[in-house]
């Protein structure tokens, strides 16, 4: 029975102690509906992966989990990444609990199943490999709302990870976001639609968060302007006055929404 309740659930996650620490650093707070995010990475091969890929979270994958689940949902091919052809499926959550819930309820699902075996029966794998990571929305992160009516064009999303040294850096990064860096962002037209810390997945300790812009023009344009901004200059030299480089490296990568995704 287990067996098949994994076979038919379109997003797996993690084995039961990864859960236990989840559920223990990521409760949902007070006033907040989406603590966690399920982030699944979707490496491919240039062929026919992608085009059935798409086609099974369209038709059958993503309407399934609407039905049941009013959470944030985005969905992202590669632009700009380091592996092409990619996709990344990000799914919201307010609890582990919530998590769980939406899985059984999925695992009943006769057609999600017989969609899911028909896209794993394909004439080659489904995809090269999959990788799960879950992260953990920050207190200052906005909840994910998918615009209505949404956008005539799938706009470009920008998905940045700071790797900081230690924890202790990392919590003097989150309070420089917090404080003065998301002031100057939004002044110069940075809006970052997510901001998360990963509690399970690579590049740990870090400071993930997703943005959102119209178009490459647009993303040049806001990030000049925050890097001659003579308030971040401040800020920054602050920062490593005092607390030293409170990120170690940095990885930037590049999508566009798919014109299903519901937040596109």
């Given at each position: 029975?287990?067996?098949?309740?994994?076979?038919?659930?379109?997003?797996?996650?993690?084995?039961?102690?990864?859960?236990?620490?989840?559920?223990?650093?990521?409760?949902?707070?007070?006033?907040?509906r989406t603590r966690l995010y399920l982030m699944?990475?979707?490496?491919?091969?240039?062929?026919?992966?992608?085009?059935?890929?798409?086609?099974?979270?369209?038709?059958?994958?993503?309407?399934?989990?609407?039905?049941?689940?009013?959470?944030?949902?985005?969905?992202?091919?590669?632009?700009?990444?380091?592996h092409t052809p990619e996709l990344v499926l990000?799914?919201?959550?307010?609890?582990?609990?919530?998590?769980?819930?939406?899985?059984?309820?999925?695992?009943?699902?006769?057609?999600?199943?017989?969609?899911?075996?028909?896209?794993?029966?394909?004439?080659?794998?489904?995809?090269?490999?999959?990788?799960?990571?879950?992260?953990?929305?920050?207190?200052?992160?906005?909840?994910?709302?998918?615009?209505?009516?949404?956008?005539?064009?799938?706009?470009?999303?920008?998905?940045?990870?700071?790797?900081?040294?230690?924890?202790?850096?990392?919590?003097?990064?989150?309070?420089?976001?917090?404080?003065?860096?998301?002031?100057?962002?939004?002044?110069?037209?940075?809006?970052?639609?997510?901001?998360?810390?990963?509690?399970?997945?690579?590049?740990?300790?870090?400071?993930?968060?997703?943005?959102?812009?119209?178009?490459?023009?647009?993303?040049?344009?806001?990030?000049?302007?925050?890097?001659?901004?003579?308030?971040?200059?401040?800020?920054?030299?602050?920062?490593?006055?005092?607390?030293?480089?409170?990120?170690?490296?940095?990885?930037?990568?590049?999508?566009?929404?798919?014109?299903?995704?519901?937040?596109?």
């Amino acid at each position: 029975m287990a067996e098949t309740m994994d076979r038919r659930l379109f997003f797996g996650l993690l084995g039961g102690a990864g859960l236990a620490q989840a559920a223990s650093l990521a409760q949902p707070g007070p006033g907040r509906r989406t603590r966690l995010y399920l982030m699944q990475r979707y490496y491919l091969r240039a062929g026919n992966q992608m085009a059935r890929l798409n086609e099974y979270l369209e038709k059958t994958a993503l309407p399934a989990l609407s039905k049941i689940h009013a959470g944030p949902k985005i969905v992202l091919e590669g632009l700009i990444v380091p592996h092409t052809p990619e996709l990344v499926l990000i799914l919201g959550f307010s609890s582990v609990e919530e998590f769980w819930l939406v899985r059984a309820r999925l695992n009943q699902d006769e057609q999600l199943e017989k969609a899911f075996e028909a896209w794993q029966a394909g004439p080659e794998p489904p995809f090269e490999r999959q990788e799960n990571i879950l992260l953990e929305a920050t207190d200052y992160s906005p909840e994910i709302i998918a615009a209505d009516p949404p956008p005539k064009a799938g706009r470009i999303f920008e998905l940045r990870v700071y790797h900081s040294p230690s924890y202790t850096q990392l919590r003097r990064l989150h309070e420089r976001f917090a404080g003065p860096e998301i002031k100057i962002f939004h002044r110069v037209g940075v809006h970052p639609i997510l901001y998360a810390s990963t509690i399970i997945g690579p590049n740990m300790p870090n400071l993930t968060y997703l943005t959102p812009f119209d178009d490459l023009a647009a993303r040049e344009k806001a990030w000049n302007a925050f890097g001659a901004d003579p308030e971040w200059i401040k800020v920054r030299q602050q920062s490593i006055d005092a607390y030293g480089q409170v990120t170690k490296n940095n990885l930037i990568s590049i999508y566009r929404a798919t014109p299903y995704s519901p937040v596109r």
